[in-house]
């Protein structure tokens, strides 16, 4: 069965340092794949899209690589703040016509001052 | 430009009552999906809608559980004869098209069972 993995660790960073999330997925061939940020209480906040066809895409801080030979992507965020502290979840989309997403479990990232 | 809107953020229903959870999508969003969400897990499909349309109900239990977007009004998730089980937050989300485009979230109904 589709399968996504997400670091189920939570990731304790220095203020200043890159954060690297990683999402590893099995028996699923996304057409593209999505990154997004919880906050708790709240809902899911839409980051960075990446295609099957793309192998890189930044925004800001937030750099996402997707290799389809590996089946990873991951998730990049440099010069982290304390604001960054939040889950990160990944998302998988199929090409079947509709925006249907599987999500990760997430990873929780707590960036210290 | 309001997000997507869901209510009331906490229900608290006791077991074989029933369960309404709405939402309204962003203005000009005609496609809904709902996740839940269990603490400490990632979101599950549930179904997705257009107005008027189940496109894909695969991740909604077969029982007790319907969901519905009329041509008027918010998007409605019901669940009947609620059960210990159905405690969760459940989050409905919209999108403008129908493929590789990003979902707006709302903040989520948090349904308690008692």
């Known amino acids: 069965s589709q399968k996504i993995e997400q670091n189920s660790e939570a990731l304790n960073i220095q203020e200043g340092k890159t954060a690297t999330l990683t999402c590893n997925y099995t028996?699923?061939?996304?057409?593209?794949l999505q990154w997004y940020r919880q906050d708790p209480g709240r809902g899911p906040v839409f980051l960075l899209l990446i295609r099957e066809n793309e192998k890189e895409k930044r925004k800001e801080r937030l750099k996402v690589t997707f290799d389809t030979t590996l089946k990873q992507s991951l998730f990049h965020i440099t010069a982290s703040q304390p604001a960054d502290s939040a889950t990160y979840l990944c998302?998988?989309?199929?090409?079947?016509?509709?925006?249907?997403?599987?999500f990760g479990a997430g990873t929780r990232l707590a960036v210290h001052p | 430009n309001a997000g997507v809107m869901q209510n009331p953020r906490h229900l608290v229903r006791r077991r074989g009552q029933e369960a309404r959870l709405r939402c309204s999508p962003m203005?000009?969003?005609?496609?809904v999906y709902w996740y839940r969400q269990l603490p400490e897990e990632g979101l599950k499909f549930m179904v997705y809608l257009q107005k008027e349309n189940i496109i894909d109900e695969s991740g909604m239990p077969k029982e007790r559980f319907s969901a519905e977007f009329p041509k008027e009004g918010p998007s409605i998730l019901r669940i009947q004869q609620v059960v210990r089980g159905d405690s969760a937050a459940y989050f409905c989300?919209?999108?403008?098209?129908?493929?590789?485009?990003?979902?707006?979230f709302g903040d989520g109904t948090r349904l308690s069972i008692l």
């Open positions: 989300a919209s999108s403008p098209d129908r493929v590789d485009q990003p979902q707006h």
């Open positions: 998302a998988l989309g199929s090409s079947g016509g509709y925006n249907k997403l599987i």
């Open positions: 203005k000009g969003h005609s496609h």
């Open positions: 028996n699923y061939s996304p057409a593209y």
